[in-house]
């Protein structure tokens, strides 16, 4: 069993930074940030392997978003630049041991989940 906590969270203006923080409990093989904004449906951002570090971006957050591990923390970081109002929602923390489907950006694919973090964003 893995527990995750995120912090980080808050209210930025559009071009702020925000840093979220995922600090895990037992042992993963990837861990991974989501988000999920009202009425839609839970999107996966990034995602990175704990043990060999290579990461796995979506479009639309690739160059300004960075996603990073410290094995020493067993914590997980999502770094945003250039915020937007459209990147309002709430961002979960998930994580993954099994490798079998390997799909990094897909939230069926992870089996434990933070209780997630609210990002705000205001023009």
């Known amino acids: 069993q893995v527990q995750l906590v995120e912090s980080g969270g808050g209210s930025v203006q559009a071009g702020e930074s925000l840093r979220l923080s995922c600090l895990a409990s037992?042992?993963?093989?990837?861990m991974g940030w989501f988000r999920q904004a009202p009425g839609k449906e839970r999107e996966g951002l990034a995602s990175?392997?704990?043990?060999?570090?290579?990461?796995y971006y979506t479009d639309s957050v690739k160059g300004r978003f960075t996603i990073s591990h410290d094995n020493l923390k067993n914590t997980v970081y999502l770094q945003m630049n250039g915020l937007k109002p459209d990147d309002t929602a709430m961002y979960y923390c998930?994580?993954?041991?099994?490798?079998?489907?390997?799909?990094?950006?897909?939230?069926?694919?992870?089996?434990?989940w933070g209780q997630g973090a609210q990002v705000t964003v205001s023009s």
């Open positions: 037992g042992y993963t093989n990837y």
């Open positions: 990175i392997s704990t043990k060999i570090g290579g990461t």
């Open positions: 998930a994580a993954n041991w099994l490798t079998v489907g390997f799909d990094p950006l897909s939230a069926t694919w992870y089996e434990y």
